[in-house]
Every structure is written in C-alpha cells, then in structure tokens.
C-alpha cells in the first residue's frame, strides 16, 4: 500500500503542532467564547467534550485529512462489509452483527450470518429466563442462587466489568461471579461459600483450550462431582464457545452450549453468547438495551461526518497525542465507582489490539502505535497516582467518564462525584503558575522569602489534555454506547497506523514458554539443562524453598 499520503498528512501535522504547541489550552478558550459548543459532540444522551485538548479547528481538519490519506471511511465499509480484515487470521471481524437489531444483513463469504446470531440470541434468552425464573435448577432441584462465570480475557473482563457496572440492574436473588486467574485462589476463594447444589458454572472460551479456564473448569467439575456426585455434572454446567467439538468432550450437555464465531475476536465478544452470565445476572432485556447502545453507535460511526464523528475522533486525538507529542500512556479515568472494571477491560481491548510492531503486511511500523492504558475510578484515583498527572514530568492525556445523575445513589453524593470530575479536567487544563501561588502564600500571611521558596513546590504546568463522555446515567443503553465508542475508537487508530487490530500473536510466546516449563516446575526430578540461568536458578530455588 501507498502510504506517502499518510506520510504527508503526518508532515502537515507535524508543522502544525510546532506551530501551536506554545498556545496554551487555557487560551484556546480566551480566544473562542464558543470552543465548548464547537468542540464538543452529542450522541443521544451522551456529551463527548474535546474542548481541553490542545487543538484547533484546524488540527481537526488536518487530523481528519491523515485519516482521509489513511483511506478510513474505505476500511470501515471493508469492516462492516465483512471483508477478511483480520489478514493474518484471514477472517473478518464482524462483532457489529452481533449487536444489529435490524433486518439488515451482515454477511461473512456472501453468506447472512443474522439468522444464526438470532437464533443464538434467543437460546441464550430463553436460558437465562429459566435460569433467572427458577424453572432451570440444580441436580438435587433446588434453585440456583450462583452463577460462575469461568473464563479469562476476552471471555471474562467483558462480562465481569459489565456486570459491575449494570449491578443495580442484576436479580436480587442472583450473585454473579468471575473466576479467570490459574492461581487455584481464585476459583478456591470463589467456591469456598459457595453451595453447589444451588451453583450453575459457565465455562466460556473461545477456543476451549485456554490453559486457565481448562484448569479451573476441570477443577469446578471436581467440586460439583464431589458433592453431588458425577451424575450430577451435566445440570451444573453450561458452556459458550466456538469448538462445539470440545465442549461436547469435557460433558456438557448439548443444550447447554451456546455458540459462536470464528468472526467474533475474544475483545470483541461480550455482544455474543459469552454475555450468557451477565444476561443471567441481569435479564435479556437490559442485555438488548446494552446491545442496542453499541448498535447506536455503529449507526453514528458509519453516517456522522469525520470531524463529528465520537469514535473518530476519539481516535485522532489519540494519534495526535501518541504520535505528535510522543506520549506513551492513555488514562481513562470513570468517575464511577460501578465502572472500576472499565480500564482493565479497556487494557485488554486497546494493548491486545493495537500493540503492534509491524503494519497489516509485516513491514516495521513506521509511527509509534497503541499506548499503554491505565485507570482507576475517581474520585480514588486522586488519591493515588494523580499527584504525578499533575505535577510529574509525563503527560498523559485522559478520558474523564462520568453520568450526569446516578443510577440509585445518593445525589448528594453524586454531585460531589461530578464536581470531582470536573475539578480534576480544570486543574490538568489550568494549572497554577509561580506568580499566582507566590500572591495565594503572601495572601496566606508568609513572607516574600517564605513564598519564594514553597512556590516551585505548588505550581502546576497545567496544559495537560483531556475529553470527558457525559451521560444521563449508567444504564444499559449507555454502557453498550461506550464500550463499541472505545472498539471503533481502536480500530480508528488502527487504521491510521496500519495495523492489523484483530490478531493478539505477542500472547503465544509466554504460552508457548509456560508449556515447556510447566512439567519441570511439577517434577523436582526433571533437569533444568539447557534453560537460561536465571530461569534454572529460580526453579532450583523454589525446589529448594518447597523441599
Ligand atoms: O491470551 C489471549 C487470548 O487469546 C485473548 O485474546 C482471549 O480473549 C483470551 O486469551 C481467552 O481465550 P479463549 O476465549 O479462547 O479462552
């Protein structure tokens, strides 16, 4: 592919950040009584504010022509059509189907796949209902009480995060859990209260074979078998994968799987069967609310204009930061506690995808591509790590996440979390100079001399970017909306970069590595010859601590 237009586009920009990086943002809104209206894009309910970014309308036309020289709009019409854009993989990536609540097909090899998403959907529908209803229970018939969700990666942080953030929404007669670690603690701390004839397991992995979730289904078997006895096995297990094959060898029973695709990467999963947990936790029509909000965001991405587009833009000024301000980390900070699990789901969506060290044909990058993602809730993270966002020498820029109301909290509470939010964007954008601190000490009663001294501890560069998502509430509807806004903000990036997002080969190594190891961790008789010294030195020393 001919990149020497992105080339260009990146030279323009190049210029033109030189141009305005003296500008400060504050400024930037000194100069335009109207920088909110004009940077700042609605989708229903939901504000996406750009306004504290250093940029103009003229970074956003030159932004928007690099994905034009990028051929954007061409790639997402070969994502949606269900081209083979996972080229190594040679697969589509069609998630968007899973998610269309429309008669409008979504075909894989001119084929519809909507038929079969539909009937899927309504397995999983149905299933959950009798779950939820108690008309599905336990080997001994008593009702099921828990749900565990086994599973890692793609197949668990969609899911666990989501049914965090939708708890007000989950049946009180339910509690969800979420097992993925291969530390035995996990499923043994999970297990340890829990009452198996009233627990209903869901083992879900895409390919069946994932080291974790074989462990700690083989070993949840065991608890069930244990207690109720082998028979009572196939009432207290379901499964979600793509190897139907697999499934039917570790005994689950046929109407108990629920399917998938090759054409649905693991980030990109949560839409499907591997939701069938948090549709038990929380009903099949909040489940359709959720995927009806990431639907209101496929439609905006394909039909609202680059440069008001949320998941473009999103995207750009991502770019913008990574590429033009060399900046290595993205925060992502919701100010909501429910939503605690949204950035390590997003590390997952985001490093997984564009972490990335050669183009979609192997040729070395020639930009710097995704940054590392890192988040906490606020208001904790303040307490924490923001004390170097402040004043540290790193820029990071962030995405401030927060519901105008909240879901069933305490308003009082919630205006006081807002508030927070707020204050946290104008304090990175503002900053406090010298001079103001050195006034604010004098004000305070402290000598010239005193205020001098303490005055380079207080000040704050300011300058730091950042964009808030407002939104009436953290419902369904408005979760979906930003989980597929992160998705395409991903594949965006992707694009301008040339990447493939939808292969994850930097997981197989360590794998790989893990396999080879694991039988001389097990047996203290078998020889470390032939590994590295510090990799045989510490298997001698755990042979040594566990002797
Ligand atoms: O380790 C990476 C990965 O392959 C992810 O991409 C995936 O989401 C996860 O493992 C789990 O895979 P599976 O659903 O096949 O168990």
Redesign the pocket.
């Known amino acids: 592919m001919d990149r020497s237009e992105v080339r260009a586009a990146f030279a323009a920009l190049e210029a033109h950040r030189a141009q305005i990086a003296g500008a400060r943002i504050a400024d930037l809104f000194d100069r335009d009584p109207r920088r909110f209206e004009r940077f700042s894009v609605r989708l229903a309910d939901m504000l996406f504010d750009y306004s504290k970014h250093k940029a103009t309308s003229a970074t956003i036309q030159l932004l928007v022509a690099l994905a034009r020289a990028a051929k954007l709009e061409e790639r997402r019409a070969a994502l949606f059509a269900g081209e083979k854009v996972n080229v190594t993989e040679r697969r589509p990536a069609l998630h968007m189907a899973l998610r269309n609540l429309t008669d409008r097909p979504f075909c894989v090899d001119g084929r519809d796949v909507m038929p079969d998403v539909r009937d899927v959907r309504a397995r999983v529908a149905s299933f959950a209902q009798a779950v939820r209803a108690g008309a599905i229970r336990g080997a001994r018939g008593e009702v099921f009480t828990d749900v565990v969700n086994i ?5 668990d942080l969609g899911p666990a995060m989501a049914a965090r953030a939708l708890s007000p929404y989950m049946s009180p007669k339910l509690r969800g859990h979420f097992v993925s670690n291969v530390d035995g603690a996990d499923l043994g701390d999970t297990i340890r209260s829990l009452d198996p004839a009233r627990t209903l397991f869901v083992v ?4 069946f ?2 080291q974790e ?1 074989m462990a700690n289904a083989a070993s949840a078997r065991k608890f069930v078998a244990d207690a109720l006895g082998e028979a009572a096995v196939a009432d207290h297990f379901a499964a979600v994968s793509t190897r139907l094959d697999k499934v039917a060898e570790f005994g689950i029973r046929p109407d108990r799987v629920f399917g998938f695709w090759d054409w649905v990467g ?2 990109y999963s949560m839409w499907s069967a591997i939701g069938l947990s948090l549709v038990i936790a929380i009903g099949p029509e909040p489940f359709e609310e959720f995927l009806r909000g990431g639907q209101d965001v496929d439609e905006h991405f394909v039909s609202a204009p680059l440069d008001a587009n949320i998941p473009v833009l999103m995207g750009l000024l991502g770019v913008w930061r990574r590429n033009m301000f060399a900046e290595s980390v993205h925060l992502v900070i919701p100010y909501d506690q429910r939503l605690a699990r949204f950035p390590a789901y997003l590390q997952q969506l985001d490093m ?1 995808s564009n972490g990335k060290h050669v183009t979609r044909d192997g040729a070395p990058v020639a930009t710097a591509t995704g940054p590392f993602v890192f988040g906490e809730p606020g208001t904790n993270g303040q307490h924490a790590f923001f004390q170097l966002l402040h004043q540290g020498v790193n820029v990071a820029p962030i995405d401030f996440l927060v519901a105008a109301e909240p879901t069933d909290a305490d308003p009082v509470h919630h205006a006081l979390l807002v508030a927070n939010c707020l204050a946290q964007s104008e304090a990175m954008m503002r900053g406090r100079s010298r001079a103001e601190v050195q006034a604010i000490l004098k004000a305070q009663g402290l000598s010239a001399e005193e205020a001098a001294s303490l005055a380079p501890h207080k000040t704050f560069a300011g300058d730091r970017p950042s964009s808030t998502l407002m939104y009436r509430r953290l419902d369904p509807r408005n979760l979906g909306r930003l989980v597929a806004l992160y998705e395409h903000k991903v594949f965006v990036q992707s694009v301008i970069w040339d990447i493939n997002p939808f292969d ?1 080969w930097g ?1 197989e190594l360590g794998k790989e590595l893990c396999n080879r190891l694991a039988p001389i961790v097990q047996d203290p008789a078998r020889t470390t010859e032939g590994l590295d010294g510090s990799t045989a030195g510490l298997i001698a020393w755990r042979r040594h601590l566990s002797r």
């Open positions: 599973g890692i990666g793609g197949s879900s992995s895409k390919t074979t994932t979730t693991g980030r997984e994850q997981v």
